[in-house]
């Protein structure tokens, strides 16, 4: 669907000529080795220049994000155009301190061989490829990348073919802004990146989900290739009987209608006490209409899902769910219009369940205790992306102590991955690595610690060389002994320091303990002293 910014020209979407992407990868990796990519100005120059292509191509951007999501103009900014520029100036303000060397002395490096002066340098890990997904077309491709410039790497990417206008917008920017050399786009679908994991990389970093990852696993441990995968999974919400129901049936909907639901950490599924249940869908369906008020099809601010193919996978889990539908349930095939909808299931093996909705759709399970609860997570998806606690704190530690996740926000949706410089990703199957902000670099970074050994220092050394001498590994026991406070059962032993300070009410003890007994101690001087007299 074309805006009123229909004559803004999108070129049409075209694939990158499967042979041409050897060397498209042989020039990227040229390049690095040239060395110029560590030159950090270098790297400023292009983060200023990428940063700008992006204010510059906002029109752009957001008629590609119309016309492939149906994404508003308000979402394309604040979840994707303004969110990677803001990426790229938060690097530009930090690179100089993430690239800055580190010393490592005392107590990594014991005191005796202090001549050695040991540092970790930053250096960039090579040539990579960056694989985005089609749902956050645009930041969840170029934010990696950012990373991957600031880190010193050069880059390929491959965006998601889902959404083509998106992904030739991406070309037009890195075409203009960035040095061919270093940074390419490589569009296309399979044929294109199969033909890119074909090439050797040193690292791969993959948004999208697990069955594509598997591939990817394999083509990179032909290699020995180092992944980062951003992956999904079924995320559960839990809302208490001491949750505010309504400020929980708010948040959760947001995080069913932001990008239609088609976002890798929002709930799949909400486990609800059932004391708490039927007021929860109530004020579900007061969220609801304050949020569509001409209802959910009328309103320009819910984007519709990506294609046919996801339109009818999330419709059929609809189809064949033995639960109820208890909010929205309205959908226009010709429109890949899906309205935010929940379905009360009274089984985890309901349709609704068994796979991940990445759409406006969740389930809602009813539960009694909240060991129940955990055990319906822990049997749904033992490693979800994210998790959702609404009720006391006491109630989510329980959860976030119990229930494994890659991220977990406590009282709202996803507030933990909306901050775009938090460190982000997933566990297990949800995903390996993490990114963003100083994470970002890190990624793409190998830390390679450096010695420098001094001529001089020989005589430090003595008890490395042969003929080994049993003074001198003697002496290094020595200097280097430490006394143990456990014994050979792993309990804490306490020596008469500790006790002496114990009784002064001094280091760990708390302090009502403490104040205790210092009056055990003035009474029993006094009443010696009186005593004696
Ligand atoms: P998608 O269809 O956009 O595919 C992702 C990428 O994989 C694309 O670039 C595509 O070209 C490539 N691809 C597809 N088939 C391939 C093949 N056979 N060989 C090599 N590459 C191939 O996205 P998707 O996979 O449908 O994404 C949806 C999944 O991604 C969901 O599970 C979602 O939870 C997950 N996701 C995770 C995150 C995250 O940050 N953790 C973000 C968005 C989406």
């Not at 020596?495 to 403490?514: E, T």
Request: hydrophobic fraction near 40%; charge should be positive.
């Amino acid at each position: 669907m074309a805006s009123k910014q229909a004559d803004i020209l999108l070129p049409a979407f075209a694939a990158t000529a499967v042979e041409a992407i050897p060397e498209i990868c042989a020039t990227s990796r040229e390049t690095f080795r040239s060395l110029k990519t560590k030159d950090l100005d270098y790297r400023k120059v292009q983060l200023r220049r990428l940063y700008w292509a992006i204010v510059d191509h906002r029109p752009q951007l957001e008629e590609a994000m119309l016309r492939d999501l149906r994404k508003g103009r308000y979402e394309s900014n604040f979840t994707e155009i303004d969110w990677v520029a803001k990426t790229c100036l938060f690097a530009l303000e930090n690179l100089d301190k993430w690239a800055k060397e580190e010393p490592i002395g005392s107590p990594s490096v014991p005191l005796h061989f202090w001549p050695n002066k040991i540092r970790t340098r930053k250096e960039p890990l090579g040539t990579v490829l960056v694989i985005g997904a089609y749902n956050f077309p645009f930041s969840l491709s170029v934010d990696p990348v950012v990373g991957a410039i600031a880190a010193g790497c050069t880059a390929v990417l491959k965006p998601s073919e889902g959404a083509p206008n998106v992904a030739m917008a991406i070309k037009d920017i890195f075409d203009k802004a960035l040095d061919p050399g270093a940074y390419r786009v490589v569009n296309g679908a399979v044929p294109e990146t199969t033909a890119l994991l074909d090439q050797k990389w040193d690292k791969i970093f993959y948004t999208g989900g697990a069955q594509v990852a598997r591939i990817i696993c394999a083509k990179a441990a032909e290699n020995l290739t180092p992944v980062a995968l951003e992956l999904g999974g079924r995320n559960p919400a839990f809302v208490t009987r001491n949750a505010d129901l309504k400020l929980a049936a708010r948040r959760l909907l947001w995080g069913k209608t932001l990008n239609a639901g088609q976002v890798c950490l929002s709930h799949n599924y909400v486990l609800v006490e059932r004391e708490v249940l039927d007021e929860f869908i109530r004020q579900l369906n007061v969220a609801f209409n304050q949020s569509f008020p001409e209802g959910a099809k009328a309103s320009p601010d819910l984007a519709r899902i990506i294609n046919e193919r996801h339109f009818l996978r999330i419709k059929a889990m609809l189809d064949q769910t033995s639960g109820k539908i208890v909010m929205g349930g309205e959908m226009d095939q010709s429109e890949l219009f899906m309205s935010p909808t929940a379905v009360l299931v009274n089984s985890a093996d309901d349709s609704m369940m068994v796979q991940e909705s990445f759409g406006p759709t969740f389930s809602i399970i009813p539960f009694d205790t909240l060991g129940q609860a955990i055990d319906i997570a822990n049997k749904v998806d033992p490693t979800p992306l994210s998790l959702f606690g609404f009720g006391t704190r006491d109630e989510f530690n329980k959860l976030i102590h119990s229930v494994t996740s890659g991220g977990a926000t406590f009282n709202d949706s996803f507030m933990h991955a909306s901050l775009g410089n938090v460190p982000f990703g997933g566990v297990g199957g949800s995903g390996t690595g993490a990114y963003r902000g100083k994470a970002s670099f890190d990624t793409f970074t190998h830390f390679r610690t450096i010695a420098e050994t001094p001529a001089w220092a020989e005589g430090s050394l003595r008890v490395r060389y042969q003929p080994y001498d049993w003074s001198q590994l003697r002496l290094m026991r020595w200097l280097e002994k430490k006394k143990v406070n456990f014994d050979r059962d792993g309990r804490i032993t306490h020596g008469a320091s500790y006790w002496l300070k114990y009784l002064l009410g001094l280091g760990a003890a708390n302090k009502k303990s403490a104040v205790l007994r210092w009056l055990v101690i003035v009474f029993a001087w006094y009443s010696y002293t009186v005593r004696s007299r």
